[in-house]
């Protein structure tokens, strides 16, 4: 396997990316999406990982540090401002891999909101979209209600759980304010029509990954239709899919959109 380091310029500023591949490769890419201000080698080295696997099975895999994280220039715009990086990344993609015709962009967390903003101006062939975030702003408050609920349900039905209720080992004002937020409708940002709204204008193929038990995750699918085809599910709480069987499901998944395309 081939992996080379090299710089691209996105306005003003230049940017670093990595590129895995083998000698003899597809014609179908994948582009990796950074999200936050997560490093292109992702968290705990996921991205890195992923692109190793994609790579042996014949896709090219390009991934990079967005303005003003990691090793590259600028000023961190926040993740609905990043059209320009993501077209930079997939003109450098193209420029290093000639033999490209197409190319599919995957993004996790606000990485992914970035692309359902932006990919259908960007040119992408298809969409991988995990976790996607929903929010405003770049952190959560709180817990969507639904995952309160099934936290509750899941102490009424622990006795140890039961016995400290009945003993006063809880706090009884903190579980009165948590079973008000359990019991209320989950709150929908502005955020989350422009999504729908910007995606529906993508016209390839989207596949939607969700986490069954991470935060984001559950606070999508509380404002999301829940008649959304696209979407799949994985026994995990991991944010970025850790662990082997979570990591073989996710580079499972992106391997059959490119054999789609």
């Given amino acids: 396997m081939m992996r080379c380091h090299l710089t691209f310029p996105c306005g003003p500023d230049t940017l670093v990316g990595?590129?895995?591949?083998?000698?003899?490769?597809?014609?179908?890419?994948?582009?990796?999406?950074?999200?936050?201000r997560e490093i292109r080698s992702g968290s705990w080295g996921g991205q890195a990982r992923i692109a190793v696997?994609?790579?042996?099975?014949?896709?090219?895999?390009?991934?990079?540090?967005?303005?003003?994280?990691?090793?590259?220039?600028?000023?961190?715009?926040g993740f609905q401002h990043t059209r320009e990086d993501i077209t930079a990344a997939l003109a450098a993609f193209r420029a290093a891999v000639p033999t490209l015709r197409r190319v599919?962009?995957?993004?996790?967390?606000?990485?992914?909101?970035?692309?359902?903003?932006?990919?259908?101006?960007?040119?992408?062939?298809?969409?991988?979209?995990?976790?996607?975030?929903?929010?405003?702003?770049?952190?959560?408050?709180?817990?969507?209600?639904?995952?309160?609920?099934?936290?509750?349900?899941?102490?009424?039905?622990?006795?140890?759980?039961?016995?400290?209720?009945?003993t006063g080992g809880v706090n009884l004002a903190k579980l009165g304010r948590g079973l008000r937020q359990a019991a209320s409708a989950p709150v929908k940002s502005s955020l989350v029509d422009t999504l729908a709204t910007s995606l529906a204008r993508f016209s390839g193929p989207v596949t939607i990954l969700l986490a069954t038990g991470d935060r984001t995750a559950q606070m999508f699918?509380?404002?999301?239709?829940?008649?959304?085809?696209?979407?799949?599910?994985?026994?995990?709480?991991?944010?970025?899919?850790?662990?082997?069987?979570?990591?073989?499901?996710?580079?499972?998944?992106?391997?059959?959109v490119v054999r789609v395309l």
């Fill in 18 to 36: 990595t590129l895995d591949m083998e000698a003899a490769t597809g014609s179908t890419g994948v582009l990796l999406v950074s999200g936050g």
């Fill in 221 to 256: 699918e509380a404002v999301w239709s829940k008649d959304d085809p696209r979407i799949r599910h994985h026994a995990s709480s991991g944010h970025s899919f850790a662990g082997e069987d979570a990591q073989d499901w996710l580079c499972e998944r992106l391997l059959e």
């Fill in 53 to 77: 696997r994609l790579a042996a099975a014949g896709v090219p895999v390009f991934r990079y540090d967005r303005r003003g994280v990691g090793e590259s220039e600028g000023t961190d715009p």
């Fill in 104 to 166: 599919i962009a995957f993004g996790n967390c606000d990485a992914a909101a970035a692309l359902m903003l932006h990919g259908s101006e960007i040119g992408f062939d298809g969409l991988v979209l995990a976790n996607p975030w929903t929010l405003e702003t770049e952190e959560a408050d709180a817990a969507p209600p639904a995952a309160l609920r099934r936290r509750y349900l899941a102490k009424l039905a622990n006795p140890r759980e039961v016995f400290r209720l009945l």
